[in-house]
């Protein structure tokens, strides 16, 4: 295991790397859940419309941490960020707002 490392002397890939694995791992909660119920029942189409949009949150998330300095504005910049993909998540799973991408 690697001694920790201050922001400075780390890999600019460790932080992408991390994006990755946590959009991997969130991708992974539906396929080992389909598994084990037959409550979720995803198709190709729903796991590529999860891995698109985990994945531009992943790449806007990195831009951000990599472009803004430390401030109440990159702050803001990641709450947006998360808060749209939760929004669109919400939405297009059970039709919250009730737009015509709604899931119901």
Same mark, same amino acid.
């Given at each position: 295991?690697?001694?920790f490392l201050p922001n400075s002397e780390r890999s600019p890939l460790a932080g992408r790397r991390a994006l990755l694995n946590m /959009? =991997?791992?969130l991708l992974l909660v539906p396929a080992s859940a389909m598994q084990f119920t037959s409550q979720v029942t995803w &198709?190709?189409?729903d796991f590529a419309l999860?891995?698109?949009?985990?994945?531009?949150?992943?790449?806007?998330?990195? /831009? =951000?941490l990599g472009r803004t300095?430390?401030?109440?504005?990159?702050?803001l910049l990641l709450l947006a960020i998360? &808060?749209?993909?939760?929004?669109i998540w919400v939405e297009l799973a059970v039709g919250l707002i009730g737009t015509p991408l709604a899931g119901t």
């Amino acid at each position: 295991m690697k001694p920790f490392l201050p922001n400075s002397e780390r890999s600019p890939l460790a932080g992408r790397r991390a994006l990755l694995n946590m /959009v =991997i791992a969130l991708l992974l909660v539906p396929a080992s859940a389909m598994q084990f119920t037959s409550q979720v029942t995803w &198709g190709p189409m729903d796991f590529a419309l999860a891995a698109i949009l985990l994945g531009g949150g992943a790449v806007a998330v990195d /831009v =951000i941490l990599g472009r803004t300095r430390p401030s109440k504005r990159k702050s803001l910049l990641l709450l947006a960020i998360l &808060g749209s993909l939760a929004l669109i998540w919400v939405e297009l799973a059970v039709g919250l707002i009730g737009t015509p991408l709604a899931g119901t």
